[in-house]
């Protein structure tokens, strides 16, 4: 199994990106889905999450202006971030939980994660 993310870039605040994250194999329509981020010097958090049946978790900090979505048929997940904020810059890393759903511990697929940068 492999995820191919890929969306990241330079913004100036107020902007908006779509990160996609393609995933190979079998499993993704019976995976959660999910997007983490990274900043220097922070531990790697997560930001939004689809389960497998459609049902979606935001981070504080990002809800109402992120939105994540998933494509079954193509086996790839979207963020759509709107209202881009200078602390949201971050490596942003796709991960599939095998368990279904984002309360379950077992992201066993990563991403390599894009580069995201906020400018103010």
């Excluded at 459609?54 to 979207?78: E, L, M, P, Q």
């Excluded at 963020?79 to 077992?106: F, H, I």
């Amino acid at each position: 199994v492999q995820l191919q993310a890929s969306g990241g870039g330079l913004v100036r605040t107020g902007d908006s990106l779509r990160l996609a994250c393609a995933i190979s194999g079998r499993t993704f329509s019976t995976s959660g889905m999910g997007w983490f981020r990274q900043a220097p010097g922070k531990e790697r958090g997560l930001v939004a999450a689809v389960s497998r049946i459609g049902a979606t978790y935001y981070a504080d900090s990002v809800k109402g202006r992120f939105t994540i979505s998933r494509d079954n048929a193509k086996n790839t997940v979207y963020l759509q971030m709107n209202s881009l904020k200078p602390e949201d810059t971050a490596v942003y890393y796709c991960s599939a939980n095998r368990g279904g759903y984002w309360g379950s511990p077992d992201w066993g697929y990563w991403g390599q994660g894009t580069q995201v940068t906020v400018s103010s």
